[in-house]
T-cell receptor, first 116, second 114 residues
């Protein structure tokens, strides 16, 4: 497809379980971003990748969160030992070139995560 | 500490009239601002942007105004159409930082009534 895709679209899990969220960026986009939107809140930046490298992980809420990107394409966001406060919509975005400003970020539809 | 704020959670406007969505920021280092529009169950889509060196940018029915001294920007939609009904997010970024990550406001839900 032409846009950013994310899977699954919805995920319901039990507290304490691990989850993996996947993002397929637009082909050729070197930058990839993860955000989350909790209920009634704005979008919160989590992490970004330039190629396969994540230079700054300080936006991740806790050490239960990790992300990786392979081949400069697909990225996975992993949440270990999920907690109820992790419930949110997790959004992925990609852009053409992180070093060229301004650089429009294109968002996927998001994964709605519900932790029971 | 919210660096970008949208103080109106919702706005209702009659079709054909002007919609004005407001956004305030606290970080004077931000040098690029964007508006995104979001429909339910979809990701945000880019609408319009403005560099901090400008005070106005226009694209069709959409105009963004920036008042740097007041740390305030606004999005004007004229004329408003029912299809404009969505949540609008204001975002800001530092162009020279390593990442161009966006700092978003909480969003304003716009409802355009026919």
């Amino acid at each position: 497809g032409a846009g950013v895709s994310q899977s699954p679209s919805n995920k319901v899990t039990e507290k304490g379980k691990d989850v993996e969220l996947r993002c397929d960026p637009i082909s050729g986009h070197t930058a990839l971003y993860w955000y989350r939107q909790s209920l009634g809140q704005g979008l919160e930046f989590l992490i970004y990748f330039q190629g396969n490298s994540a230079p700054d992980k300080s936006g991740l809420p806790s050490d239960r969160f990790s992300a990786e990107r392979t081949g400069g394409s697909v990225s996975t966001l992993t949440i270990q030992r999920t907690q109820q406060e992790d419930s949110a919509v997790y959004l992925c975005a990609s852009s053409l070139d992180i070093g060229r400003a301004p650089d429009t970020q294109y968002f996927g539809p998001g994964t709605r995560l519900t932790v029971l | 500490d919210q660096q970008v704020k949208q103080n109106s959670p919702s706005l209702s406007v009659q079709e054909g009239r002007i919609s004005i969505l407001n956004c305030d920021y606290t970080n004077s280092m931000f040098d690029y601002f964007l508006w995104y529009k979001k429909y339910p169950a979809e990701g945000p889509t880019f609408l319009i942007s403005i560099s901090s060196i400008k005070d106005k940018n226009e694209d069709g029915r959409f105009t963004v105004f920036l008042n740097k001294s007041a740390k305030h920007l606004s999005l004007h939609i004229v004329p408003s159409q029912p299809g404009d009904s969505a949540v609008y997010f204001c975002a800001a970024t530092l162009l020279n930082n390593a990442g161009n990550m966006l700092t978003f406001g909480g969003g304003t839900r716009l409802m355009v009534k026919p």
